[in-house]
């Protein structure tokens, strides 16, 4: 049974650097990424990776967020840097078998429980 689990969350001030980890059980991902749903939200897509490095991002966080991955741990990363209050949410992991520009929740197959992030003003 595939288990992915978040961890890195917390509170920071604006301006502040975080950096999220994604610890997936089984063997590598075709593509990983990671989402966030702030309260009252739907949720929405953030950044993106393929098992080759490639990576693709939403438009909110392009030039912060930074999205690496590491096959032989199987693990997928988030750097946030500059942070906004508007970044304040809950961060999911994804991860699906195949290859392809994967930004709707129905891309993934698999999910984590989410970590919180919450960044002051």
């Known amino acids: 049974q595939v288990h992915l689990v978040e961890s890195g969350g917390g509170l920071v001030q604006a301006g502040g650097s975080l950096r999220l980890s994604c610890a997936a059980s089984?063997?590598?991902?075709?593509?990983m990424g990671w989402f966030r749903q702030a309260p009252g939200k739907e949720r929405e897509f953030v950044a993106g990776i393929w098992w080759t490095s490639s990576t693709y991002y939403a438009d909110s966080v392009k030039g912060r967020f930074t999205i690496s991955r590491d096959n032989a741990k199987n693990g997928v990363y988030l750097q946030m840097s500059s942070l906004k209050p508007e970044d304040t949410a809950v961060y999911y992991c994804?991860?699906?078998?195949?290859?392809?520009?994967?930004?709707?929740?129905?891309?993934?197959?698999?999910w984590g429980q989410g970590t919180q992030v919450t960044v002051s003003s």
């Open positions: 994804a991860a699906d078998r195949s290859l392809g520009v994967k930004v709707t929740t129905s891309d993934y197959d698999y």
């Open positions: 089984g063997r590598a991902f075709g593509t």
